[in-house]
């Protein structure tokens, strides 16, 4: 089975620029989430989708960053314009849904942006 | 709010020593899951296992065991006889298990495993 597919890889860009990341979710997977990894720190939630619709993006900065997911696939998250604090690890996580339960999530590689 | 807090940055043991990596977890819910990854140095998060609050079961799997203590709210992880291919960041992460249908998972910051052959 195919795991989460994520690009690209590696991207440097300059300050106020804009960016884009791709994610493909494991087939059949109706949740996605895109989680932002700081150096040094932990994952932090930005965005969850059900399907095509959104969940939970409380802690999305929303001046700059947002995210779609057309037809409960595949997604994209944007960032416009960049600022040197956004420079992190971008992983995209998918999951079953099944009532009352938590599932674990898989992950994919990751994109790693730095910001100049 | 939910908090995961992982107080050892770092560990360095040699190989074949056991070692625990602690975790503790705060949440109002009374329904939840507790989650580890391992993170290697490729970047990519593999999950390890996943606990819910009703099941305080310790687990064991090859080396690998954990201990679940709802009265302490921690959920240790050891490894037995480490080995260099062990060497990575561990997460421990919780998670709502009911409600809202929020999934996401609540990291701690992180513990960096070296085994030094």
């Known amino acids: 089975e195919a795991g989460v597919a994520q690009s690209p890889r590696y991207k440097i860009i300059e300050k106020r620029q804009s960016v884009a990341f791709w994610c493909n979710p494991i087939?059949?997977?109706?949740?996605l989430y895109w989680y932002q990894q700081i150096l040094g720190q932990g994952p932090k939630l930005l965005i969850q989708?059900?399907?095509?619709?959104?969940?939970?993006d409380s802690q999305l900065p929303k001046d700059r960053f947002s995210a779609e997911r057309l037809k409960g696939v595949d997604s994209t998250l944007k960032i416009q314009p960049a600022k040197l604090e956004d420079s992190a690890v971008y992983l995209c996580?998918?999951?079953?849904?099944?009532?009352?339960?938590?599932?674990?999530?898989?992950f994919g590689p990751g994109t790693r942006l730095t910001v100049l | 709010a939910q908090k995961v807090t992982q107080a050892q940055t770092e560990i360095s043991v040699v190989e074949k020593e056991d070692v625990t990596l602690d975790c503790v977890y705060e949440?109002?819910?009374?329904?939840?899951?507790l989650f580890w990854y391992k993170q290697p140095p490729s970047g990519e998060l593999v999950f390890l296992i996943r606990?819910?609050?009703?099941?305080?079961q310790n687990e064991i799997s090859g080396r690998y065991s954990w201990n679940f203590q709802k009265s302490t709210s921690s959920f240790n992880f050891t490894i037995t006889a480490s080995q260099v291919v062990d060497s990575a960041v561990y997460f421990c992460?919780?998670?709502?298990?009911?409600?809202?249908?929020?999934?996401?998972?609540?990291f701690g910051s992180g513990t960096r495993l070296q085994v030094q052959p």
């Open positions: 996580a998918s999951s079953l849904v099944r009532t009352g339960r938590t599932n674990e999530q898989f």
């Open positions: 087939s059949g997977h109706a949740t």
């Open positions: 989708f059900q399907n095509n619709g959104v969940v939970d």
């Open positions: 949440t109002r819910d009374t329904t939840y899951y």
């Open positions: 606990r819910n609050s009703f099941d305080e």
């Open positions: 992460a919780l998670s709502e298990a009911q409600g809202t249908g929020r999934r996401a998972l609540t």
